[in-house]
């Protein structure tokens, strides 16, 4: 048996990844509830593309943060399962 193999914190792993997905949700809620529905009015204000940025927010803003997610997700999860020595 050679002594180069790391064992696996699985604990830390989880810890890690749950925390992750957390942040991201969070992010993704504040984003499409937060700024489609509950800052709409105040957001409205300001323009974007000539529409009222509560709108756009509504309509496109939280798809684009979305898809921004869902590639930091993949690009940190790379991150967590080499710190860990997790194959994916």
């Known amino acids: 048996m050679t ?8 604990k830390g792993y989880w810890k890690a990844t749950v925390s992750l997905i957390i942040t991201l949700l969070v992010i993704w809620f504040a984003v499409s509830f937060g700024a ?3 800052f ?3 957001l409205d204000n300001f323009r974007i593309g ?13 798809i684009y ?5 869902i590639f930091y997700y993949c690009i940190a999860m790379n991150r967590i399962e080499k ?3 997790v194959k994916g």
């Open 3 to 10: 002594q180069d193999i790391k064992e696996i914190d699985g």
């Open 50 to 62: 000539g529409a009222p940025l509560g709108f756009w927010f509504s309509q496109q803003g939280a």
């Open 40 to 42: 709409r009015d105040a």
């Open 65 to 69: 943060v979305f898809m921004v997610l």
């Open 83 to 85: 710190k860990y020595n």
């Open 36 to 38: 489609g529905i509950l």
